[in-house]
């Protein structure tokens, strides 16, 4: 059998599809995660698995820098799926352009917990191309009766799992905070009177094909 000269070797990885978009970046995009947290409402970023209590708040926000596609969905202390961003599907073909802040909540509302305490698990993901399977899911879960709803957030916790395995060969190429003027933009206690802007606390995203992050908060 004639081998292979090692020019026609390096020829081929150059062009396989899979080693040629292996580290292309096509998944960019600002993320923030941000709490009002304790009796003095300190103005705090969430990056990892935390603590918070009832009566703390959180708002985040998705500011596209290529066109990929983000996904934010949360479970809920008993299970509950409730998808924040996008705000439906339908704002895929409609609003949803690059540089622009989208605040979850929108506008100036933020997301207060209740005295309902437990697990709080926020699930993030881009990809390059829709997560089609997970969108049905979370369709059928929204228009299901109650009492079939546990089966189905059940299998969007799957399909975001299988998701992460389906593109494990993916890189996430930069994950950093954005910088205004040089400096990193500091956190502090929230004044009384104005709501601090996540944006503050964004971070630049960018990686190849797929990103997902999952933090659980310990609500208390």
Known sequence: MKRPTMFALVMMFALSPAFAQGSAENVSFKWAFGALAGPKKAFVPITRDTILNSGDEVKMLVDLGKSCFVYVVHAGPAGEITMFFPYSFKQFTTDYAADKNYYIPPGRDWIKFDKTTGKETFYL???????????????????????????????????????????????????????????????????????????DIATQISASNFYAKTVTIDHR
């Open 125 to 199: 993901l881009a990809a390059s191309e829709r997560l089609t399977q997970l969108e049905t899911l979370l369709t059928t879960y929204k228009a299901a009766d109650k009492a079939k709803r546990p089966e189905i957030a059940q299998s969007i916790v799957n399909e975001i799992r299988d998701a992460r395995r389906r593109f494990r060969s993916a890189q996430t190429l930069a994950e950093k905070p954005v910088t205004i003027g040089g400096n990193i933009r500091g956190v502090g206690e929230a004044e009384a009177a104005k709501r601090p802007d996540v944006a």
